[in-house]
């Protein structure tokens, strides 16, 4: 299906419907830190339009991080998905930029830091929607999550289950 003006606001819509109620929860993150910050020296946020749970993993990101987040809130969201070539089917909420890959979603930092310690020949990493319990989101995690691949050979499929 075409990506149209109408598809890309009703998508952006739902997620800060689906954003705002997952966020009013609160998440235990401290399950999902590192015991080591993962060293980066360049990392870009772009945030969702209203998206609470959007600045929350960037709080998380910066506990967990060694080095500056710089965060954005564009006026297309879709647009940086589309630059960054992140399949529809994996769109979340924000999308992060850090080294010489793109995280899209609630993605943990250990996946992060496992992403910048092998380096694989891929564009990036995705938690697709914003499934509740993770980095960022309220609720509690109700069943394992699979992070897909973004780019290279085995784009779309699962680079790690937790």
Known sequence: MPLTRRTAVQTLV??????VAGCLGSSNTRNWDLEE??????????????????????????????GELTETVPD??????????IPESLHSCHTLVLE????????????????????????????????AGTPGMGGTKQESWTIYVIGGDQAQEK????
């Open 14 to 19: 739902t997620a800060s419907v689906f954003g």
């Open 37 to 66: 910050k993962a060293a980066v020296t360049n990392a870009q946020q772009y945030n969702a339009p209203g998206c609470g749970c959007c600045k929350q993993y960037a709080s998380y990101l910066r506990n967990n991080i060694d």
């Open 76 to 85: 297309d969201i879709v647009s940086i998905k589309e630059k960054y070539n």
């Open 100 to 131: 010489d890959y793109v995280v899209e979603g609630h993605v943990p930092a250990q996946v992060v830091a496992k992403l910048l310690t092998e380096k694989p020949a891929i564009e990036g990493v995705a938690l697709p929607g914003m499934p």
């Open 159 to 162: 680079y790690v289950e937790i």
